[in-house]
């Protein structure tokens, strides 16, 4: 007992020295990056190293380039940093230093003078052109020397100091307290390595046990780069920092084969971590050594690799990845990247949550009816109808008074009475109400007759409001759909997330494992029956592994059947494959189609429509424009065109018709409808649901049986406001769906009763093709008619089948042990 409390406790402060530990880390590193970054003390340093660089022994442009980059980007700091280039530039020697101070002082003079002219960023290097020449030609004007070779030098000086502004300018912002950009270019990268490789040539005369500082560091960032971002960056990175180190010490142009041939061996090994990196490093100061010996002891070079090979593995890997992140390429990188797209995922999530909240609250709004409410408005709307009726009749009555003053709810009442036998049109028949109200009113005869032609206003006026609020439901349902579509897409977001990081490590463990090259592996989707998947893999010689094999195996891992859907191979060997892999349908759908035009005509007023939804879902639809021609054709085109719309963006297929009702019932004044015949079936399920709109039954052949579905609904665009059944039926392997338009159900001439013949003609059909019964049937109602086509006829047969993958899935050997 005494024992695990001891445990629990050495574990308890385990934990807590680390908590204490990490807080430290982060709290020196929060402390390191503002007084070195925000404060600006880091670019004092560098400026102070820069103002210490000459190269080809008399040019010393970085200064001056460096303040004037700072005073676009970080303005309050080039005071500081003009006085740190000037005591660097006091460590070299008084001419130097003079020259660099006269140069500064007339930039800050030009930066002040042109201050406020428009786009500063063109305008400084300019001044740092005309700073720098006019500061070497002065000196050279005290000096004596006057000569055509100084002007030509002086230009050329003051050119490079342009170029180093433009360069600067890029570098700068890489150490600024505020970066928002994530992603570094190679030209940015470039860029910081000239700047460092120059801040690294300020150091050009500092010596730790014989090694140059310059060496080891230069060598010590050739190792991080090359470690990073591979053998492209950490070759580059050695040329640049080797090139600018040669040119400030003629002897060290060696240094620019040694680093930059050591950059691509420690790229090139970066596998083998560090250690890989640092052996890059020393076989290329090995070689290297060898052929340059001449000019250097070859011990002090093997030193300065090791100082800078310690330095490096002492390198916390933090700091490292950390850089890393901003170097397109890296696996730090790639997973920065994927956080920010999950991120943007959850954002998009949340957004249409919130838009689907309010589209939900809005159609709660629009269909929210008060009963009680309703029955005032009902009360008042009688009352404003009693109210003009009086105001017609009453007003000149000398019996006013007597009526609605001292027998107020009698007269109420009968009016009431007579109002309601008005709307029923019962008013007639009931004699004693009549009698009454004669007996009541002096004027009864003149008042009905004035309640007849009221009421027809108040009928009108009861109607409008009818239509506004069938319009209010109408605009709840789609608002509901809408929202409905909204939230599902927003679980489909989330939901992917989460599964895909597991998945997506097991599909890539699971191919490896069965010995295929994977270079490339994107998950769309995994959503049951809706399954995309994009691989690129390296094959030797390819032999369908792909349907072989890797389906097989995601369908084992996915639980439901895979299949390539789209494959492309290179011709050569060992060459890369890229493939689809979408999920297989558990059925599948084969469709064929016959039509007529009315008198042999070329443009049907039919119009039919095919089509796979994106959740596994499969659509038919006939629709008949009311008569015949163009104009009917127009009118069923564009049923089906909204129909094809409203059903991919996943709106229910009864909101959908309703939709398609308002929309054409709203268009248009003339008398134009269309039926409409809808048959949806689940891939998955062989679930099929049936939506009639005034069209013709269909017919269901399963083996020997014909089986009839019907439903009974007004066509579309003749009310505003209708219920749409829906007729389910549970469909089979092999059955076959016939459906048509009026032209074909109500054309067989001389048959009393179309249904039995209709299903007696497709019991008798030998053929299971769909194109075949199509034909079959259109062509026996065509005979029927001896000929003659009286009507646009459609006939659409779809076949159902269990759809059965070429390969089927197999159980891993480490899963059937």
Not at 180 to 209: D, F, H, P, R
Not at 278 to 285: D, N, S
Not at 334 to 356: C, G
Not at 433 to 451: A, G, P, Q
Request: neutral net charge; proline residues 2%; aromatic residues 10%.
């Amino acid at each position: 007992m005494i024992g695990s409390i001891s445990k629990t406790h050495s574990k308890t402060s385990q934990k807590l020295n680390g908590d204490t530990w990490t807080k430290w880390k982060r709290i020196a590193g929060e402390k390191s990056r503002k007084l070195l970054i925000d404060r600006g003390w880091l670019l004092i340093f560098i400026a102070f190293l820069l103002g210490r660089v000459i190269i080809l022994s008399a040019v010393s442009p970085f200064a001056v380039a460096f303040v004037a980059s700072v005073w676009m980007l970080r303005r309050k700091l080039t005071l500081k940093l003009a006085l740190a280039a000037l005591t660097g530039a006091l460590t070299i020697h008084m001419q130097h230093t003079i020259l660099l101070f006269a140069a500064i002082m007339f930039f800050f003079t030009f930066a002040v003078l042109f201050k406020k002219v428009k786009h500063q960023q063109r305008m400084i290097p300019i001044l740092v052109f005309a700073s720098y020449f006019i500061s070497r030609m002065g000196m050279n004007y005290i000096q004596g020397n006057w000569s055509s070779y100084e002007w030509m030098f002086s230009i050329v000086e003051a050119s490079l100091s342009v170029v180093l502004v433009y360069i600067f300018m890029q570098g700068v912002p890489l150490l600024s307290p505020k970066r928002y950009k994530q992603t570094l270019k190679n030209e940015e990268i470039v860029c910081m390595m000239i700047l460092l490789a120059s801040v690294l040539t300020g150091t050009i005369g500092w010596t730790i046990y014989d090694a140059s500082v310059e060496q080891v560091l230069s060598r010590y960032f050739v190792l991080w780069f090359a470690f990073v971002a591979g053998a492209a960056i950490g070759s580059t990175v050695g040329v640049v920092t080797g090139l600018i180190l040669s040119l400030a010490n003629v002897a060290s142009l060696y240094q620019m084969s040694l680093l930059a041939f050591s950059g691509l061996l420690g790229g090139l090994l970066k596998e083998g971590k560090k250690l890989g990196v640092g052996l890059g490093l020393f076989v290329g100061t090995l070689l290297i050594g060898i052929y340059w010996n001449e000019g250097r002891e070859f011990t002090t070079m093997l030193m300065e690799t090791g100082f800078a090979v310690l330095l490096f593995f002492m390198t916390p890997e933090s700091w490292i990845s950390r850089v890393a992140r901003y170097i397109p390429g890296t696996n730090e990188h790639s997973k920065e990247q994927e956080k920010y797209m999950q991120k943007v995922r959850d954002v998009t999530a949340s957004k249409i949550e919130q838009f689907s909240d309010m589209f939900q609250a809005l159609s709660k709004s629009f269909s929210k009816i008060d009963p009680d409410e309703h029955d005032k408005e009902n009360k008042k709307e009688m009352d404003y109808f009693l109210s003009n009726v009086t105001e017609k009749t009453c007003q000149s009555c000398f019996k006013k008074e007597n009526c609605w003053v001292r027998n107020f709810d009698q007269t109420y009442q009968l009016m009431r009475e007579m109002t309601e036998g008005i709307e029923d049109g019962s008013l007639m028949k009931r004699r004693k109400l009549l009698r009454d109200f004669e007996n009541h009113c002096i004027k009864s005869s003149k008042v009905i007759e004035t309640m007849k032609q009221e009421f027809s206003f108040y009928l009108a006026n009861q109607r409008l409001k009818k239509q506004v609020i069938e319009s209010r439901r109408f605009v709840a349902d789609q608002l509901k759909g809408v929202s409905d579509v909204m939230e599902e897409f927003a679980k489909e977001i989330m939901k992917e997330r989460k599964i895909q990081e597991r998945k997506e490590t097991e599909i890539m463990d699971t191919i490896k494992e069965l010995g295929f090259e994977i270079e490339k592996l994107d998950i769309y989707s995994l959503e049951a029956g809706n399954v995309d998947i994009e691989m690129t893999l390296s094959f030797y010689d390819y032999h369908g592994e792909a349907s072989k094999v890797i389906a097989p195996v995601l369908s084992e891992i996915l639980g439901e059947t895979i299949e390539v859907k789209h494959e492309e191979v290179s011709p050569f060997p060992n060459g890369y494959g890229y493939f689809v892999f979408k999920s297989a349908r558990k059925y599948s759908i084969k469709t064929g189609v016959a039509h007529a035009a009315k008198g042999g005509g070329l443009v049907s007023g039919d119009s039919h429509l095919t089509m796979e939804l994106g959740t596994g879902r499969y659509a038919l639809a006939i629709s008949d424009g009311m008569g015949n021609g163009e104009r009917a054709y127009i009118e069923s085109m564009d049923t089906l065109s909204l129909l094809q719309q409203i059903l991919q963006s996943g709106i229910d297929e009864k909101v959908a018709i309703k939709s398609i009702n308002s929309v054409l019932s709203l268009r248009t004044t003339d008398e134009i409808f269309s039926t409409l015949d809808l048959a949806v079936i689940d891939l998955h399920s062989a679930d099929a649901k049936f939506l009639k709109i005034g069209s013709t039954p269909s017919f269901i052949k399963r083996g020997d049986h014909v089986l009839k579905i019907e439903a009974s609904n007004l066509p579309i665009g003749i009310i505003q406001e209708f219920d749409v059944d829906v007729v389910s039926e549970q469909l089979k392997p092999g059955d076959l769906l016939v459906m048509m338009s009026d032209g074909i159900f109500e054309g067989p001439k001389y048959v009393e009763n179309t249904d039995a013949w209709l299903k007696r003609k497709i019991r008798e059909m030998e053929s299971d093709d769909p194109q075949v019964v199509s034909d079959l049937i259109l062509e026996e109602v065509f005979r029927s008619k001896d000929g003659k086509i009286d009507d646009d006829m459609t006939v659409l047969t779809a076949k159902i089948d269990n759809n059965i993958p070429k390969w089927a899935s197999f159980s891993l050997y480490k899963e059937a042990k």
